[in-house]
Every structure is written in C-alpha cells, then in structure tokens.
C-alpha cells in the first residue's frame, strides 16, 4: 500500500521565523519512517502537526488518501494518529492509570467509575503493551524518568490504529528492547511509524527509510541500507562533520575542587568522592542508584542527610542553588529536566542566560536587552549557540539550543565546577559536539565537570574517570585507559569484578 | 530496572500514603475545625443550642458557597475576582424581586443561578477563548457587577420575602440547619464532581497545562466551565445571603473578595491550581466563620479579631505546606 501517509509542500512560520518549509514525504503502511536532523532543523514542529498541536500555513497531508489535517490532539486521535512527545505530556500528580486513560477515565458521564475499575482498564493496557513493573495505582511523580517514558510511550501506542508518532523516545530510556518489540508488534498490523531519535544505531536497527530535514526544508528521503553514517551526518548538516578530536588524559590535574565525605543524601550512602582541576569525570549507573540524589545535593537544590561536602578545601553548606553557586570557586548545576527545573520559557535566551549572573551579584543594576546581550554574547558562543537566537524565548526554541541556554547560563555564573546531568540528552548530533567541545575547554581552563549520562558511549568518549553508581555507592572507579561500554555495564549492574557482560544482561536494563 | 528501583521505591509508597493523604484530602482543614469548634464549645457552653448552631451555619454558608466557586476557577490555576459583583449583583436583584412562597424562592433561585452562570460564562469566554489574563478579566465584570448592583438598588434596603428569610434559614427534623444540609450537599457534590473527567481535566490543567493539553484535555474548555461552575455558586452565594440578611445591598459582595480567598487559602488549596478541592474550601470557609464567633466569645477585642485571624492562618497554611512538603519528600524516596 503506497502513499499510506503522504505530505505535500507543507510549511510553519512562527512570526518571522520559518519553522517548516515546502516538507514533502512519504510514509508507506506498516514502516518504520526515520526523521533525522540537527536541533531546529524542524523535527518537532512536523511533529506537532501531524498530531494536531498547531496547524500548518500551507500545505496538505493526506492518511489512506483521506485529507489529514487534526485541529487538536483529540482530533489526530480520531483519525488514529497518535504521538509520545520528547518533552513528555503526563500529569505528576495523578496515577499512571489516570494518564494512560485521559482524557477519557470514566466510561460514564454523570457518576464516577469505581477506581478499581479505572485501575482494571489501564492494567489491562499495560498488560497488552508488555509494561509489567510499573503499577497502575502509583503516581507519576514518584517515577524514575525511564519509567515514565515508557507510560508516554504506551499511552501512544494504545491510541496508534493509523500512524504513530515517537519524538525521542528513547531520551530516558536505557535500553530499545522493549519499544522496538511493540514497534514492530504495531507494523505487523500495518500501522506506519515515524521515529525521530538522535541515536543513529537505533534508527538503524528499527527504521527502513530516513527523510532528512535542514533548516525546515526536507533534503531527501534515503534508504538506511544503502547510506553510511558520515553520508546521512553531512546531509543533516550540509558539509562533513568534522569529528573533534578527543586528546583528553593528556591534561594534567590541578587542585581538588570539590570533595565529599561520607555523604548520605537520599539512596547516596556513605559517598567520597574528589573532583580535581583539569577533569572531565563521569557516572555510570542505571535508573535509580540515587544518581539524582547526588548530583541534586551538590547542586544545592536538596539537602544533605549527613557527611560533608567540602568545596575547594573548605566545608561548604549549599543550602540552596545559589548558596552553591557563590561557595568557594562555586557549584554551577544543569538539572535533569529543563522544561521544569531549568528554564524560563517566557524569557529571551539572552536573559535567560545573564539571569546567573543577577543571581551572583548584589543586584541592584540596570538591566535592558542590549545590556543583557552583551553579556550574554561570550557564554552563548562558548556553547555554539548562533547570535540570532538570544533575543528569542526560549520556550520557541528546539530541544537542543534550549539546553546549549541552560548551558551557557551555568557557564555564566563563573563557577569552576560544573555539576551536569544528562547534557547532552535528546540532543543532536551538532549540539552534542558543540557540548563536548564547551566541556573540554571548561576542564582545560582550569575547571571540573560531574556529569551523569544515560548513554555509556558518551561516558567513555568524555570521561577522564568514570564512577559507577550501584545502590547508593560508588561500585567501581575505571580509569580512562580502562574504559569500555560492556565494562561500565558490567559495573552498573553491580557486578564486583568488572567482566565482560553477557548478552543476556544487556536485556535486564529496560 | 526491576532489580534495581523496587527496594526503593515499595517502602517510600508505604509510607508516604497516610502522609500524602493528609496532603491531598481536606483532612487537615478538617481537623483544625474540629479543633476549633472544641475550644469554641469550652469557652462558650451555649453554643450547642439549637439557636446558636443554626445561626452559626446560617452565618457561615454565604461565604462556603462563594469559598467553593472560586475553588473551581483556582485549581485550574486561573484568578476569580467576580465573586463580590456576583454577589452584590444578585443580592440586590432578590431584594428587589417581591415573589413569596415556596415557588417564588424557586424562581428566585433559578434568577440567581442565571445571573451568576452569565457572569461565569463571559469570564470563561473572556479567559479562555479570548485570552485575556483572568485578573484584568474578572476585575472587569467585578466592577460591572457592582456597577450594576448600584443601578438596581441606590441603597441599602429592599425586602425579600419571608418564606426565603425564615423557611431557608431554619432547621429540618427539628435540629438539623438547612444551612448545614445545603453545606453537605456542596461536599457531596465535589466528592462526585471530583472523580469525574470534568473533575480530573480540571485539577489536570492546574497541574500542567502543556502536558494537559498534549495529553488530549480541551484546556480551553475545562477553564471556560470553571468560571461558570463558579459564577454559579456565587449565584447561590447572593441568593443565600439575601436569605440570611432579609434584605439587599449594593455592596453586599465586597466584604467577600478577600474572605474567598482566605477561605481558599486556608482549605489548603494551591493558588498555583492543581492541588485542593471545594470540600476543603467549604471548611476553610466554615473555619474562619468560627474563628471570628471563638475571638468574639473569648472577649478578644474586635480591634484584634483580624490580627490574630491572620496569624492563625498563615499557621495553618504553614502547617499544609509542611504536611504536604513531608508527603513529598517521603514518597520521592
């Protein structure tokens, strides 16, 4: 069956800016149809057309020849298309039942529905959806992330009778088993998929075709087979990426910048940990080691149990952010979730950016936009991010320069430790380097990073150590000589003596 | 996964659940009016006469009712002010409306809720379709109620009739207040209002309205029928207090702009949306009712009633806060 889902010269202009232009593609039924490109390339923005989110300038779309043009996310429902979206769509406060089942929990109008029966009728489609460790009755916010991702995904899934629509899906998610399972349970049914992810291997694995968009316009539709790597990375950024050179080791170690001892925080038990001048050091771990704990406790944003943190050679108290941040030569923190803990959405990138800086000093100063891009300028460029895009809101911006905003404000505030979470997660290939690069040339001038990441290869292209985490302590140290993906998982699993994993293993990370 | 989240997450979830109970349900509220009525009791034995409890309820529903429409537009994170001209407004129109008996007060209480359904209903279209921000909205048709209300009736005065002042405010079954019986339908209300998708889109949107509006929820539409959930009960609000006052006045709302949002805020719902119910209002309303008959008994100056009432509250709004806060922590565990 051809032109299953068909798009014909569709375009998006926010204002002055031109999200989409002239996007022509072709979904056949029952295939796995990749979108691949850079941060702003316009990924998201076909994304929420096709689900009815906003609605496009011109343009057609059409879905088994009938016209497709949903004026809400209900209405994309009833024509079967359904959509987990990156920055994920659940309620916190409410059950997984309760948000697998929105909009429509009750089956009945005017008396509720016994809540066994609401919790029966969202098990069963977890059940059907092969979820099997995560209860109905909990409630979202007290889900690790990867969990949570997977109710996004599921509640998709139960929606997709035509097309379903996955904007990263596997951002949180430590491992494709289980996703590309339902996928490929969905296409033996003919329901066409369109997957956008940053992980080429994965695309790779699942997908049949790859449509590459730049700059909002679409640059061709391949054939995965029959493209290597270095071909799809020069059409999604229009020249051959130049691969950064990774000399790392090579730098030499100044003062330790920050050290804990015996801290317990959360699930962190009885933690030490040294982080000296000159080092990138990583960490390892699966969901729920208590990764968050820490890296939150020494960003000042929860408080500590016991233990001491000191911060260059003095006891430090980081009662709050800005508490670490003005400790010593300071603590700057990139949380996890920058939709909700990072970012203002409603401000420019530029006073986005400076805000750090009003919050290291006194205050009392003028402030308008030309001042606050001036200062913002430096930082912007050390992370790559384009000029043009300060005196934008950030919630307008794609995924990948609002993190590169984030970044740059941690930069801003002078600190000399850097304390990061996941930054390069859900980002492209561009922007990931541009992060790379910026950490490199933090830790060479004379700075420390933390960073906790959920993809091992990352680990081990940044590292100049890495710790595992398993069950709230430090299960293993490899040095950067030693490090290797199946060694990290082999520790992250809390296998002693790092050997080599097993195939079989990989597969318990879900 | 499986191996590694579950020895912390089962023992967190089972503790939490009292906890978060408290937090989630109008528990506390409850038990500071339980507390309160005590002391009220100990200081002042006659308040358990017929009289006294009738009078207590009586004094206290206007201001539940009200408490509890503007909880509707609150939890979904939005801004009621309309409340005061909506009461103003309908007081005056009672009072100027001479139909008696029982089927006068019906129609009269249809006029009430259509008078307050019409407000609701031009404050939702406003916010929700036109997006005009809810305070310069609702400040708006506050000031066209009162407005209103002043064309109506010049001054105080009026008369409402006697069926509505004396059948409306008494007891059935000898000692149960019909104020009461009205009080408990409002909770039953909310507790099946609550659970269903009206209810759960409501607190949804409170809770986030991006992830609410992806997740399939008409956003616009749920915030649209907030205000006239609330423009309804405040309806009723005037409608009551003309009963209580047998008579109309043109500012009669006014003292109830702050009073709704203390009883909101004393309930423990969150003026960010999202957490809280009527049920609680209802009782933050019924709370500082009897706080101000507890300081009048207790011979407190009346110079002093609003200090200690303020004090008394930021206490127990301290005291959710920290409730709420320690479900929090202890269910991320």
């Keep these: ?77 009833r024509m079967g298309v359904s959509t987990a979206f990156q920055e994920l769509s659940l309620i916190p406060h409410m059950t997984v039942a309760e948000n697998i089942l929105l909009p429509k929990v009750s089956l009945r109008g005017f008396w509720p529905d016994p809540k066994k029966d609401i919790v029966a009728r969202a098990a069963a489609v977890l059940r059907d959806w092969d979820v099997t460790d995560i209860s109905p009755d909990s409630l979202i916010e007290d889900l690790p992330l990867a969990q949570r991702q997977r109710i996004e995904i599921t ?18 998610l430590p491992d494709t088993s289980w996703l590309f399972q339902q996928i490929r349970r969905l296409t033996g049914q003919g329901v066409a998929v369109m997957y956008i992810s940053h992980r080429l291997s994965e695309v790779r694995e699942i997908c049949q075709r790859a449509t590459v968009l730049r700059n909002g316009a679409t640059i061709r539709t391949v054939d995965l087979a029959g493209v290597d790597d270095a071909g799809i990375f020069s059409m999604m950024v229009g020249r051959d990426p130049s691969e950064a050179g990774a000399d790392m080791g090579s730098a030499s170690l100044g003062d330790t910048l920050l050290q804990t001892r015996s801290l317990r925080v959360g699930a962190i038990r009885d933690l030490d940990l040294d982080l000296r001048a000159g080092e990138i050091v990583g960490v390892a771990a699966l969901e729920g080691q208590g990764q968050q704990d820490l890296f939150k406790a020494l960003g000042g944003v929860i408080p500590r149990r016991s233990g001491q943190i000191l911060v260059g050679g ?34 420019t990138a530029a006073t986005n950016i400076v805000m750090a800086q009003f919050a290291a000093t006194r205050g009392e100063r003028f402030v308008n936009g030309q001042i606050e891009r001036g200062l913002a300028g430096p930082s912007a460029q050390r992370v790559a991010l384009a000029p043009r895009y300060l005196d934008f809101e950030v919630g307008n911006l794609s995924g990948g320069n609002q993190q590169k905003v984030i970044l740059a404000r941690a930069l801003m505030s002078g600190a000399k430790i850097l304390i990061l979470f996941d930054p390069a997660r859900g980002v492209d290939v561009g922007t990931k380097q541009s992060i790379y690069a910026m950490m490199r040339q933090f830790v060479a001038s004379g700075g420390t990073i933390m960073f906790y990441s959920s993809e091992l290869s990352e680990l081990v292209h940044l590292s100049s150590r890495c710790l595992v985490l398993y069950g709230g302590q430090i299960a293993a140290e490899v040095a950067r000589s030693d490090l290797d993906e199946e060694r990290l998982l082999s520790a992250a699993h809390g296998h002693r003596a790092a050997v080599h994993a097993a195939p079989d293993t990989l597969k318990e990370v879900s | ?86 009461i103003s407004l309908v007081n005056v129109t009672i009072a100027v409306t001479p139909l008696d008996g029982a089927g006068g007060a019906l129609t009269l209480v249809g006029l009430s809720l259509a008078i307050g359904v019409t407000v609701g209903a031009i404050n939702g279209f406003i916010v929700a379709f036109l997006k005009i921000q809810a305070i310069a909205a609702t400040l708006a048709t506050m000031i066209i109620g009162q407005g209103l209300a002043l064309v109506i009736l010049k001054a105080p005065g009026g008369s409402v009739s006697d069926f509505i002042v004396y059948e409306l405010t008494g007891s059935v079954l000898d000692r149960l207040p019909i104020a009461l019986v009205i009080a408990l339908c409002m909770i039953a209300f909310w507790t099946l209002f609550s659970r269903l998708d009206a209810g759960r889109n409501l607190l949804a949107v409170g809770q986030d309205r991006k992830a609410a509006s992806l997740s399939g929820i008409d956003v616009a539409r749920t915030e649209f029928f907030a205000f006239v959930w609330a423009g309804a009960f405040y309806g009723l609000a005037g409608y009551m207090l003309a009963a209580q006052t047998s008579t109309g006045n043109p500012s009669a709302g006014e003292p109830f702009l702050l009073l709704t949002f203390a009883a909101v805020a004393l309930g423990g719902t969150a003026f960010g949306g999202g957490r809280g119910g009527v049920t609680a209002s209802v009782f933050g309303a019924a709370t500082l009712m009897l706080m101000q008959k507890v300081l ?38």
């Design chain 1, 1 to 77: 069956m051809d032109n299953f889902f068909t798009a014909r010269g569709v375009s998006k202009r926010y204002g002055a800016t031109v999200a989409l232009r002239d996007v022509v593609m072709d979904i056949h039924a029952g295939e796995v149809h990749a979108i691949l490109g850079e941060n702003g390339a316009g990924k998201s923005t076909l994304v929420k057309i096709l689900s009815g989110v906003v609605q496009p300038n011109e343009g057609q779309m059409t879905l088994e020849g009938r016209n497709h043009g949903p004026s809400s996310i209900a209405d994309a429902r």
């Design chain 1, 155 to 172: 509640r998709a899934l139960s929606h997709a009778k035509r097309l379903l629509v996955l904007d990263e899906p596997t951002a949180a």
């Design chain 1, 314 to 347: 003095q006891e430090a108290q980081l009662g709050s952010p800005a508490a670490a941040q003005k400790a010593g030569p300071g603590i700057a923190f990139v949380p996890e979730e920058r939709k909700t803990d990072g970012i203002f959405e409603n401000l």
């Design chain 2, 1 to 86: 996964m499986v191996d590694a989240s579950e020895p912390f997450a089962a023992p967190g979830r089972r503790r939490g659940l009292s906890l978060r109970y408290m937090a989630d349900s109008a528990f506390l509220i409850i038990v500071i009016y339980i507390v309160m009525a005590i002391v009220y009791v100990v200081v002042q034995p006659s308040a358990l006469s017929a009289y006294s409890i009738e009078a207590l309820f009586n004094n206290s529903l206007p201001l539940m009712l009200a408490a509890a429409g503007a909880t509707f537009v609150i939890l979904q994170g939005g801004f009621d002010l309309s409340v005061a001209g909506t």
């Design chain 2, 296 to 333: 009048f008994s207790m011979g407190v100056s009346s110079f002093y009633t609003g200090v200690i009432q303020g004090i008394i509250m930021i206490l127990a709004v301290l005291f959710s806060t920290a409730v709420q806060h320690a479900a929090k922590t202890r269910g991320a565990e």
